[in-house]
């Protein structure tokens, strides 16, 4: 292997995003596919057509405290998506710039379409328990939940019918964190991936005290305690020293699924995605297109200092099962999936915002849609890293390269642009199906 020291790190993590609004042109595509349910129905669209959204990131991506975590998360604020000029030129409805009265985002099935995922969310995941492990407490969770899964035509996942269930990060149902608005949509966006992914699905939501990594950390090892095998987390921040000593503490738990987005601040390497021990998440603009697959992916880079992270650690050990050659320590992304807010995600949130409908990006989408990923395709064994599981299967058909876009600039090419096989911002690829996810 040869040495080199990290290209370049982010030594400003998340903390330097401000909540400003970002421009930007992009093509938001929506099929309908799948069967015709509500929801699914009525996203038919034509050929894709560019349009200027604005999108912002959404409170919770500026830490409330000094030494608190960011959310990597993004919401479109203003301008009319293609899935909304499509409904005014079938339907004569009349758009209205960030109208949040119906979804304008990516549905479960285009979801599961673009992932080859269809088939195996019909008949996998039940039983299995995916957990999200968020801050603060989201108070009208269950409910949005419950709007969204309804509008898609999926079955209902209840506290009453046990599929639904949140704790604090002791494990109690009734002493909870302090709600907050911020972290409420990252909840919101978190809990409606998970059901996209794997309907079957139970989802259990663990809400830290705070944004810090103890109790981030503290609320992942309790997700594990009540069962979860497959858990989602869609925070970072800087690396730091003490990095190595977090990985022992919250995150080496063989046989559980632990996915971790990898940043939304373009190139450079976050914590916990920096864990040895996560599968880290990176993600792309998705799109529709006219290949066999439907679908077509590329690094998702809005600006330079606006997109998915990649890197190599500084203070990470390098797991046994990655082998480039770039970076002596662990390099972060391991896989990816969609993150481009222009190719966002419908999201329903009461608590957040004025209640209704959104479009979200961020690698807090792809992290908890890998996740369920990992559940569709089975409880992992108890001495396995699933994180290793993708490897095994890295260069076959079981994943979608993305070999075209970058994430930033950096002295060794594939820590920041796609390339065919590994690169940093997409890892190994996106899923085309569960074989990647089995061990």
């Known amino acids: 292997m040869r040495t080199t020291t990290p290209d370049s790190p982010r030594t400003q993590g998340r903390w330097h995003r401000a ?3 970002v421009v930007a042109t992009a093509a938001l595509v929506l099929t309908g596919l799948g069967t015709a349910v509500q929801a699914n129905a009525a996203q038919t669209t034509t050929a894709a057509t560019s349009s ?10 500026t830490p409330k405290k000094t030494g608190e975590l960011a959310c990597n998360s993004l919401r479109v604020t203003g301008g009319i998506t293609a899935y909304q000029k499509a409904q005014a030129k079938t339907e004569g409805i009349t758009p209205k710039s960030a109208d949040a009265s ?6 479960p ?7 080859g995922l269809t088939s195996a969310a019909a008949s996998n995941g039940a039983g299995e328990t995916i957990a999200i492990v968020d801050a603060y407490n ?6 949005d939940l419950a709007t969204y899964r309804s509008y898609y035509g ?5 506290t009453a019918n046990g599929c639904f269930k949140k704790v604090s990060q002791t494990g109690s149902t009734t002493s909870l964190p302090s709600s907050d608005a911020g972290w409420s949509e990252e909840i919101s966006l978190d809990l409606d991936m998970a059901s996209a992914v794997c309907p079957n699905c139970n989802i259990l939501l663990v809400e830290a005290t705070s944004a810090t990594m103890a109790n981030l ?3 992942v090892n309790e997700a594990v305690t009540l069962g979860a095998k497959f858990v989602s987390n869609s925070y970072g921040g800087s690396e730091s020293s003490s990095d190595t000593t977090y990985d022992t503490s919250y995150f080496n738990h063989p046989g559980v699924a632990i996915t971790v987005s990898a940043g939304d601040s373009g190139y450079g390497a976050e914590y916990p995605a920096a864990s040895k021990y996560v599968t880290s998440v990176g993600g792309t603009k998705l799109s529709t297109s006219s290949t066999t697959r439907g679908w077509t992916e590329t690094v998702w880079k809005t600006s330079s200092t606006e997109g998915t992270g990649s890197g190599c650690s500084s203070y990470d050990a390098k797991p046994t099962w990655q082998t480039d050659t770039g970076c002596t320590k662990r390099t972060i992304s391991d896989v990816s999936a969609v993150a481009d807010p222009a190719t966002g995600v419908s999201v329903y949130d009461s608590y957040g915002v004025t209640a209704g409908w959104y479009t979200f990006g961020g690698t807090s989408v792809s992290a908890p849609i890998i996740a369920a990923v990992y559940a569709l395709a089975g409880t992992p064994s108890s001495s396995s890293y699933p994180a ?6 890295a260069g076959t058909s079981a994943l979608n390269d993305v070999t075209s876009g970058n994430n930033g600039t950096c002295t060794t090419s594939y820590f920041c642009t796609a390339t065919t096989g590994y690169d940093g911002p997409t890892g190994w690829g996106t899923p085309e199906g569960v074989s990647a996810f089995t061990g």
Do not use: H, M, Q, W
């Not at 119906?102 to 549905?107: A, F, K, R």
């Not at 099935?109 to 992932?115: D, G, P």
């Not at 989201?138 to 409910?143: C, H, L, T």
């Not at 290793?388 to 299967?393: D, E």
């Open 217 to 219: 950390g503290k609320s």
């Open 154 to 158: 999926l079955s209902a996942c209840t």
């Open 109 to 115: 099935t285009n979801i599961r379409s673009a992932y």
């Open 19 to 21: 909540g400003a609004a």
């Open 102 to 107: 119906t979804p304008s985002g990516y549905s």
């Open 52 to 61: 200027k959204v604005t999108y912002a990131a959404t409170p919770c991506a």
């Open 388 to 393: 290793s599981f993708p490897y095994a299967k």
């Open 138 to 143: 989201d108070p009208n969770a269950e409910s």
